[in-house]
């Protein structure tokens, strides 16, 4: 009686330190930001290509400063991972815990320089700016917005959006309408100009609102200071020719490219423009002055970025990218599957049989294909997919 009385005791304190022992693990578990269930979660690195921060996001989006983070997490709650959403600073830690347990609660939010644009759920006529620190700083209850494609940040503090009244305007980070919604829809701001629709043609609008250029173009146009592209013709997508102008409405030269495969603005002094038409093309590089310094030969290109762009041939039958100098001279052979730009920090992200990996701008590589998903060094920092246990190979 005596044994089976000491084996039962035994066994109770073993059940009861146990449990001791998981409530602990409960408790200091409880608040705390986990991967997702597959043990995956996104990372930020630094230029040495070391983890800067042990907090696993399920996703993120930055601003162009990189000092303020919208963040989706999962957090223990209750014992549970709960997917979260909120804010994170430049130290990747939470603003103010603030945080929503779902999409009903917070819908989406763009990222200004210095501002915010938040907006709780989709449709809505209330459209919220808030500062870094996540106070108020208007809220204009007169827009129209169904998607993230009804309102545009700009490099300016004006907005594009959407009115109630279903036509678009500019509003400042004060809430204020600075060009009243009466056009069919208005692209981005940039060096103080936007396109605007209005009748279905294109023109462009000052900051105040006046026409710089009477519409009279086809199809969405994105005014600079420089040259800009624009379709002088109603054709079909797949068909449409551009022409490339200033806000004077002065052509760069007397050609007509391709519009599917030409860039529309220029990116250090060139811009890559596409003859023929969509079936039957190829891509080069103009000059400012509107003569090619790079023969058309490839099948697409992209902008030039720390003095280098991504081209695209077909080789052996798959479609592969490269880098060039401006000279047209290979930096890589055509070995990329899919390709970023080069950042300030000196490195491109770049895909290979569905990993990717980052190279520098003499083409070797500064970290090999290893991540199933990246985002390119912004401010020193970029973003990395680890999968559960997965180390960075350097």
């Given at each position: ?74 957090q ?7 997917k979260?959403?909120?804010?994170a ?26 501002y ?144 599917v ?14 003859t023929?038409d ?15 310094v ?10 030039f ?90």
């Amino acid at each position: 009686m005596k044994k089976t009385t000491i084996i039962v005791i035994t066994i109770l304190i073993i059940a009861l330190a146990s449990l001791g022992m998981w409530a602990l693990w409960r408790f200091n578990r409880e608040g705390k930001i986990v991967p997702a269930e597959d043990g995956s979660a996104y990372y930020f690195i630094n230029t040495d290509g070391e983890l800067v921060s042990d907090i696993p996001f399920a996703s993120y989006c930055r601003g162009s400063d990189n000092n303020f983070l919208h963040v989706e997490f999962y957090q223990i709650e209750n014992g549970k991972p709960q997917k979260k959403y909120g804010y994170a600073d430049n130290s990747f830690n939470l603003i103010k815990d603030m945080s929503w347990n779902t999409d009903e609660d917070h819908e989406w939010c763009k990222i200004g320089n210095g501002y915010v644009l938040e907006v709780d759920e989709l449709p809505t006529k209330t459209l919220k700016i808030l500062d870094y620190n996540l106070n108020t700083m208007a809220t204009v209850n007169d827009v129209e917005i169904s998607s993230i494609y009804d309102c545009y940040i700009s490099d300016a503090d004006i907005i594009s959006v959407r009115a109630s009244n279903g036509l678009w305007g500019a509003i400042n980070t004060e809430g204020e309408w600075i060009i009243e919604p009466k056009y069919k829809e208005l692209s981005r701001f940039q060096d103080g100009y936007v396109g605007a629709c209005e009748d279905e043609l294109w023109g462009v609008l000052d900051t105040n609102g006046n026409w710089v250029l009477e519409p009279q173009f086809y199809g969405y146009i994105s005014p600079n200071n420089s040259y800009f592209s624009v379709e002088i013709k109603d054709t079909p997508d797949a068909d449409r020719k551009t022409i490339f102008i200033n806000v004077k409405g002065e052509r760069l030269n007397n050609e007509e490219y391709c519009g599917v495969y030409s860039g529309y603005r220029f990116s250090e002094g060139l811009m890559y423009v596409a003859t023929g038409d969509k079936e039957n093309h190829l891509v080069g590089y103009i000059d400012e002055s509107g003569e090619y310094v790079i023969e058309p030969k490839y099948f697409w290109a992209s902008d030039f970025h720390q003095g280098l762009a991504a081209v695209q041939k077909k080789i052996d039958g798959q479609y592969k990218w490269a880098y060039i100098d401006k000279n047209g001279k290979n930096i890589t052979d055509f070995e990329f599957d899919d390709v970023g730009d080069f950042s300030s920090e000196g490195y491109a992200a770049v895909e290979v049989d569905g990993k990717w990996g980052y190279i520098k701008t003499d083409g070797t590589w500064f970290l090999e294909p290893q991540f199933d998903d990246e985002s390119s060094f912004s401010c020193g920092y970029a973003t990395v997919k680890l999968e559960k246990g997965q180390k960075i190979k350097k």
